[in-house]
């Protein structure tokens, strides 16, 4: 859950900053799955608690499920701004223009040259200009991915770069073009 609604905190504030609705929408994903996991954790605790003294000692998991949870609700409202197209003050845009990033949403598909491959041989900071900062893998979360991080089929990377950058990676993800086919120039000219 700490780890969730940290992730969430930076997409929620990503999305606003870069107006991505595919961060906005992965905030909305995870803000459920923390719901969940909070639900669990004070089923667990009930379940747990037999005395006095473990109900006692129970109170502080379930506080920090609550904060968790709390963040988790705050990060929701931020990206539901994003998804209703509600737009920031002005000078929070002035700031945004500054910023050629983007945030992107891409998924793996069969047969992608990106499966089976780690992050630190793909180079796709290199090769993109995309930097991979989290993985959804299933219903799990890779946070932080690293150098040693292999890519699998239906991952679904959330990326931030440059638009150019954002557009190749997703060309290689679905298999429409092959690593071979990027030259670090068409990056450098972006």
Same mark, same amino acid.
């Given at each position: 859950? !700490?780890n969730?609604?940290?992730?969430?905190v930076?997409?929620a504030y990503?999305?606003?900053?870069f107006?991505?609705?595919d961060?906005?929408e992965?905030?909305? !994903?995870?803000?459920n799955?923390v719901n969940r996991l909070?639900?669990q954790i004070?089923k667990e605790?009930?379940l747990?608690?037999?005395?006095?003294e473990?109900?006692?000692?129970?109170t502080a998991?379930?506080?920090v499920?609550?904060?968790?949870e709390t963040i988790?609700d705050?990060?929701k409202d931020i990206a539901?701004?994003?998804?209703r197209?509600?737009?920031p003050?002005p000078?929070? !845009?002035?700031v945004?223009?500054?910023?050629?990033?983007?945030?992107k949403?891409i998924?793996?598909v069969?047969?992608?040259?990106?499966i089976g491959?780690?992050l630190?041989?793909?180079?796709?900071?290199?090769?993109?200009?995309?930097?991979?900062?989290?993985?959804r893998?299933?219903e799990?979360?890779?946070?932080?991915?690293?150098k040693?991080t292999?890519l699998?089929?239906d991952d679904t990377?959330?990326?931030?770069?440059?638009?150019t950058?954002?557009?190749l990676?997703e060309?290689?993800?679905k298999n429409?073009?092959k690593?071979?086919?990027?030259?670090?120039?068409?990056i450098?000219?972006?």
């Open positions: 859950m !700490k969730m609604s940290e992730l969430m930076d997409l990503s999305a606003m900053l107006n991505s609705k961060a906005a992965e905030v909305i !994903k995870l803000e799955k909070n639900y004070k605790s009930l747990a608690a037999r005395t006095v473990d109900a006692e000692k129970l998991l379930l506080e499920g609550e904060a968790a988790a705050s990060a539901d701004l994003v998804l197209d509600m737009r003050h000078v929070f !845009k002035m945004m223009e500054e910023s050629d990033e983007t945030i949403r998924t793996i069969e047969g992608s040259e990106l491959n780690s630190g041989e793909l180079l796709l900071a290199t090769r993109t200009g995309m930097t991979v900062i989290a993985i893998r299933n799990s979360w890779i946070y932080g991915p690293d040693n292999i699998a089929a990377l959330l990326t931030k770069g440059n638009e950058g954002g557009i990676l060309k290689l993800a429409e073009i690593l071979e086919d990027l030259e670090y120039s068409e450098i000219e972006d």
